[in-house]
């Protein structure tokens, strides 16, 4: 059987290296021969996160090259998707794949529709407010992060739905632990478009610092105006995060209330979970899910409940090794690669059978 993996990026890329790649040698060892085409290089990331224009060359030449490779797509008994295959163009690729019977699995760790539904930009919205609808409707699975995700999927009619959250691979987590240091150390990890978030807590900072001192370590993004809030920053490395997540007393994740944030997968949480980290988050989408109160963290929805969180894991060692050891057995069963991957293979095992 022959997968043919149409993804946003290569490996560089956070959604196309933990919903896509990370399943490649399950799927060789069930007998799959994988083709993967990512729509965007490492080259385009690099653009994004240094805050520069994307060269308008390699981005057109991205789009040809696809094109392209969709000449051949009847090769491949399966095309796999990562939420669709042009950005910011009609769905008219993923309806003549339809037309033409190629079937095409479409997965989304994000809430990707609200870029065409709630945009600012009068004439996006009016053309593609309902193109990720026909992107589901055309296809023959629909794999969602979360039930947010899950529930617009039902509503756009899709074929066949399952649910698979975000997972890590636990083998890379598994043998790591914390290096004993005299700082507390409370941690975030995420990229330049997600570091707004912090802004949330950072007027709770500037407070705790009367009560505590503590560092605030930022994994992969740079914060603007943190005033005397102890800041250090670490550069993101596939090979580095999980050492440097472990090294957390605790993580955090701040969210807004808001449409987009409904669709998150709360990646980052798992990954502190996974580290034996206890965590405290918004109660936004999945994180209620992920986030047991008392048992692997805190939910926060306000400066007095992010202090009082903040200053209850500070003050009980106990509290905050019984807290991540919970949360490592519920990744472990729940959102790793070990728990998630067969599930995976079956769901595509049975859309080549139909």
Same mark, same amino acid.
């Given at each position: 059987?022959?997968?043919?993996?149409?993804?946003?990026?290569?490996?560089?890329?956070?959604?196309?290296?933990?919903?896509?790649?990370?399943?490649?040698?399950? %799927?060789?060892?069930?007998?799959?021969?994988?083709?993967?085409?990512?729509?965007?290089?490492?080259?385009?990331?690099?653009?994004?996160?240094?805050?520069?224009?994307?060269?308008?060359?390699?981005?057109?030449?991205?789009?040809?090259?696809?094109?392209?490779?969709?000449?051949?797509?009847?090769?491949?008994?399966?095309?796999?998707?990562?939420?669709?295959?042009?950005?910011?163009?009609?769905?008219?690729?993923?309806?003549?794949?339809?037309?033409?019977?190629?079937?095409? %699995?479409?997965?989304? $760790?994000?809430?990707?529709?609200?870029?065409? $539904? %709630?945009?600012?930009?009068?004439?996006?919205?009016?053309?593609?407010?309902?193109?990720?609808?026909?992107?589901?409707?055309?296809?023959?699975?629909?794999?969602?992060?979360?039930?947010?995700?899950?529930?617009?999927?039902?509503?756009?009619?899709?074929?066949?739905?399952?649910?698979?959250?975000?997972?890590?691979?636990?083998?890379?987590?598994?043998?790591?632990?914390?290096?004993?240091?005299?700082?507390?150390?409370?941690?975030?990890?995420?990229?330049?478009?997600?570091?707004?978030?912090? $802004?949330?807590?950072?007027?709770?900072?500037?407070?705790?610092?009367?009560?505590?001192?503590?560092?605030?370590?930022?994994?992969?993004?740079?914060?603007?105006?943190?005033? &005397?809030?102890?800041?250090?920053?670490?550069?993101?490395?596939?090979?580095?995060?999980?050492?440097?997540?472990?090294?957390?007393?605790? =993580?955090?994740?701040?969210?807004?209330?808001?449409?987009?944030?409904?669709?998150?997968?709360?990646?980052?949480?798992?990954?502190?979970?996974?580290? =034996?980290?206890?965590?405290?988050?918004?109660?936004?989408?999945? &994180?209620?899910?992920?986030?047991?109160?008392?048992?692997?963290?805190?939910?926060?929805?306000?400066?007095?409940?992010?202090?009082?969180?903040?200053?209850?894991?500070?003050?009980?060692?106990?509290?905050?090794?019984?807290?991540?050891?919970?949360?490592?057995?519920?990744?472990?069963?729940?959102?790793?690669?070990?728990?998630?991957?067969?599930?995976?293979?079956?769901?595509?095992?049975?859309?080549?059978?139909?």
């Amino acid at each position: 059987m022959k997968l043919l993996f149409l993804t946003r990026y290569d490996n560089f890329g956070a959604s196309s290296r933990m919903r896509f790649i990370q399943y490649f040698e399950i %799927l060789r060892i069930n007998g799959y021969e994988i083709t993967l085409s990512p729509l965007l290089n490492s080259h385009y990331l690099d653009s994004i996160y240094s805050k520069k224009n994307p060269s308008y060359k390699l981005i057109i030449y991205s789009y040809l090259k696809r094109a392209l490779l969709l000449t051949k797509a009847n090769e491949f008994d399966l095309i796999i998707i990562e939420k669709e295959i042009f950005p910011w163009f009609p769905s008219w690729a993923e309806k003549l794949l339809s037309v033409f019977n190629i079937k095409y %699995l479409v997965d989304f $760790d994000d809430a990707i529709f609200h870029n065409y $539904d %709630l945009n600012n930009n009068y004439v996006i919205k009016k053309l593609l407010k309902n193109k990720i609808k026909s992107v589901i409707s055309n296809s023959s699975c629909v794999i969602a992060g979360n039930e947010y995700i899950y529930n617009y999927a039902i509503k756009s009619k899709a074929k066949n739905i399952h649910i698979i959250p975000t997972v890590i691979d636990f083998n890379k987590y598994k043998n790591i632990s914390k290096k004993s240091t005299e700082i507390f150390k409370i941690g975030w990890i995420g990229s330049p478009s997600t570091v707004k978030y912090l $802004d949330i807590v950072k007027p709770v900072l500037v407070k705790l610092l009367n009560f505590i001192n503590f560092e605030l370590v930022i994994i992969g993004a740079t914060p603007k105006d943190f005033f &005397n809030i102890p800041v250090k920053v670490l550069k993101w490395t596939e090979e580095s995060e999980a050492l440097n997540i472990s090294q957390f007393d605790i =993580g955090i994740m701040p969210l807004s209330d808001d449409p987009w944030e409904q669709g998150k997968c709360g990646y980052k949480l798992i990954q502190y979970l996974a580290c =034996g980290v206890p965590v405290i988050c918004s109660p936004i989408g999945v &994180n209620k899910e992920i986030v047991e109160t008392g048992k692997n963290g805190f939910f926060a929805n306000n400066e007095d409940e992010w202090l009082n969180a903040f200053l209850s894991l500070h003050n009980s060692a106990f509290l905050r090794f019984e807290y991540g050891k919970y949360g490592k057995n519920k990744v472990i069963e729940k959102y790793s690669l070990q728990s998630r991957g067969q599930q995976f293979v079956e769901i595509v095992k049975n859309v080549c059978k139909s």
